[in-house]
C-alpha cells in the first residue's frame, strides 16, 4: 500500500431521482459513521441531487463530486454548470474527461483541459480521466494514448493537493472486464512519470466487491473511481473496505 491515502469515489452517473439517491447517500453515510473508513469516500450524484444528497452527507465522511463542468464561470450556456456551481453546491471534487464526456460528447483534450483550470479556479480538486479504447489497447497503444490525453488535458500548475488522475480503460468500463493486475502497474507508472510527486491515480472500470481488494492492494493504486457498484451502498462500502 502506498502512503497516499486512498481515494474511492463513486460515480452515479445518470442514475437516481430524489427519494433512491437519498437513500442511497444515507446509507452509505450511515455504514462510514459505523465502520471508520480507511480511505477518503466520494459520491458524485447527478447534478438535480447535488443539493440534496450534500445535506444529507453534511458531517459525514463522505465528501461530494460533480461528474462534469462547463470552463466558463457563468454566461449563455444553456444546460451546463459552472465549477463555481458546484462549489457552491457543497462539491470538493469534479470528475473531468470521462471516457463518456469525451465520446459521447465528443470533448477533445483541450476542452478538458479548459475545464480542469475552471476546476482549479472554484477551488475544486479536478479528477481527470484517461483510458484506452480496445482497439488502442489491442495495438498496443495504451500507454501512449494516455500519456498523451494526459498531456494534452493537464493545465500548467498541477500539484497533488488538487489533482487526482483515474485511470480508466474505456473497454472495462461497466463490462465486468478488468485489466489484469501487471497491466495496471505499468500503466500507472507510466501516468506516475508525468504527474506531481504524491498525486492520486485512481483506477476505474468494472471495480466490485470481488476484485477490489488485489486492485487496491497494488502498490500504484490509490483507490477507485466506481460507476456500476457504486449504485449500493453495501458494494461501495465493500469497495473502501477492501482499503488495506
Ligand atoms: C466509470 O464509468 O467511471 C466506471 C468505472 O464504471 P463501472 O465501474 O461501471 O465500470
Redesign the pocket.
Known amino acids: 500500500m502506498s502512503a497516499r491515502r486512498m481515494l474511492i469515489a463513486g460515480?452515479w452517473?445518470m442514475n437516481g431521482l430524489c427519494a433512491d439517491g437519498l437513500a442511497l447517500a444515507k446509507d452509505i453515510t450511515a455504514r462510514a459513521a459505523a465502520g471508520a473508513p480507511r480511505c477518503d469516500l466520494l459520491v458524485c450524484p447527478p447534478a438535480t441531487l447535488l443539493c440534496s444528497v450534500g445535506e444529507a452527507i453534511a458531517g459525514s465522511a463522505v465528501a461530494l463530486g460533480g461528474q462534469d463542468c462547463a470552463a466558463a464561470e457563468k454566461g449563455a450556456f444553456t444546460g451546463d454548470v459552472s465549477a463555481e456551481m458546484l462549489k457552491d453546491a457543497g462539491c470538493a471534487y469534479v470528475i473531468l474527461g470521462?471516457s463518456?464526456r469525451r465520446q459521447m460528447h465528443a470533448e477533445s483534450d483541450a476542452q478538458v483541459r479548459d475545464k480542469v483550470a475552471a476546476a482549479w479556479r472554484a477551488g475544486l480538486v479536478a479528477i481527470l480521466c484517461v483510458g484506452e479504447t480496445r482497439a488502442e489497447r489491442e495495438a498496443g497503444q495504451e500507454q501512449a494514448v494516455c500519456c498523451s490525453q494526459l498531456s494534452g488535458s493537464l493545465p500548467d500548475g498541477a500539484d497533488a493537493a488538487r489533482l487526482v488522475i483515474a485511470y480508466?480503460p474505456v473497454w472495462?468500463?461497466?463490462t465486468g472486464l478488468t485489466p489484469t493486475l501487471a497491466d495496471i502497474t505499468d500503466i500507472h507508472r507510466a501516468i506516475r512519470a508525468a504527474i506531481p510527486a504524491g498525486t492520486r491515480i485512481l483506477y476505474?472500470?468494472?471495480?466490485n466487491p470481488r476484485n477490489a481488494a488485489e486492485i487496491l492492494a497494488l502498490n500504484e493504486v490509490d483507490g477507485a473511481?466506481?460507476?456500476?457498484?457504486s449504485l449500493k451502498g453495501e458494494d461501495f462500502w465493500a469497495i473502501a473496505e477492501a482499503c488495506g
Not at 476505474?204 to 471495480?207: I, P, T, Y
Open positions: 460515480n452517473k470521462h463518456e480508466e472495462a468500463i461497466g476505474g472500470g468494472s471495480v473511481l466506481v460507476g456500476g457498484a
